[in-house]
T-cell receptor, first 114, second 111 residues
């Protein structure tokens, strides 16, 4: 069982370039999330989705776009990368339920913008 | 939204000693409090969680306590081992599985 898989694992971009990070989960989870992790700042929510075809903004959405065309995939796009977007990005998913429950994380994507 | 504060940011203990990490939250509607462990180069993994209707939960060497009135919860690790060295994150969760994370605690267990 693969769980949550992120691609790529590493990427270096030049300022102004665009790219898409892919997250795939095989647990049939309704909720999916994109976080960025920066030193001393913990995990900050960029965007999230509560189901196929829906997306919503998190704490730090500026400069990012997302899409959830299929339930198992959640894409994070950077249209014009900036050095401030250098970070480690984590995707997570969690199942819908009457009670909040555990989020499962991918292994992360280390992005450097030069 | 929710605001979660976590202390300390770094913690060093001798092997065999106990480690305590504390978190506070701001929104009384938060009802689920997971703790995640992140090893170097990996994604966070759940180690223990507690719901708002429970005051304490224990799993072997790990325990979590919750004080709803004071809006704080703590992670306790007893008999620490070198493999406990990692970054630990607390989180508070509002309805709809909205997770709000603390800023993390880097725990080092000295052999």
């Amino acid at each position: 069982n693969a769980g949550v898989t992120q691609t790529p694992k590493f990427r270096v971009l030049k300022t102004g370039q665009s790219m898409t990070l892919l997250c795939a989960q095989d647990m049939n989870h309704e909720y999916m999330y994109w976080y960025r992790q920066d030193p001393g700042m913990g995990l900050r929510l960029i965007h999230y989705s509560v189901g196929e075809g829906t997306t919503a903004k998190g704490e730090v959405p500026d400069g990012y776009n997302v899409s959830r065309l299929k339930k198992q995939n959640f894409l994070l796009g950077l249209e014009s990368a900036a050095p401030s977007q250098t970070s480690v990005y984590f995707c997570a998913s969690s199942p819908w339920g009457q009670q909040n429950t555990e989020a499962f994380f991918g292994q992360g994507t280390r992005l450097t913008v030069v | 939204g929710e605001n979660v504060e976590q202390h300390p940011s770094t913690l060093s203990v001798q092997e065999g000693d106990s480690a305590v990490i504390k978190c506070t939250y701001s929104d009384s509607a938060s009802n689920y409090f997971p703790w995640y462990k992140q090893e170097l180069g990996k994604g966070p993994q759940l180690i223990i969680d507690i719901r708002s209707n429970v005051g304490e939960k224990k799993d072997q060497r790990i325990a979590v306590t919750l004080n709803k009135t004071a809006k704080h919860f703590s992670l306790h690790i007893t008999e620490t081992q070198p493999e406990d060295s990692a970054v630990y994150f607390c989180a508070a969760t509002l309805s709809g599985n909205q997770f709000y994370f603390g800023t993390g605690t880097s725990l080092t267990v000295i052999p």
